[in-house]
């Protein structure tokens, strides 16, 4: 999938991929993508709820060897 930004959040907790990803998409306009790539199992519960909440689309998620890579459209 083609994608604008990239931030790697390997290696943190939570809130921090959330957080780190919510100030991504600030600096981004509207209709661009932001790739992450994280660790954190409980991300996956966190990018579904931060989606819904903020009208960020996560475009996909995919787990691949323990890291979860997400696709958020800008809003």
Known sequence: MQFNKELDARGLSCPL????????LAEMIT??????IATDPG???DFKAFSKQTGNELLS??????EFE??????
Request: charge should be positive; glycine fraction near 4%; charged fraction near 35%.
């Open 70 to 75: 997400y696709f958020l459209k800008r809003k």
């Open 31 to 36: 209709g661009e993508v932001l790739r992450v």
């Open 61 to 66: 998620h995919i787990e691949v060897s323990n």
């Open 43 to 45: 991300s996956v519960r």
């Open 17 to 24: 991929p959330i957080l780190k990803a919510k100030k991504a």
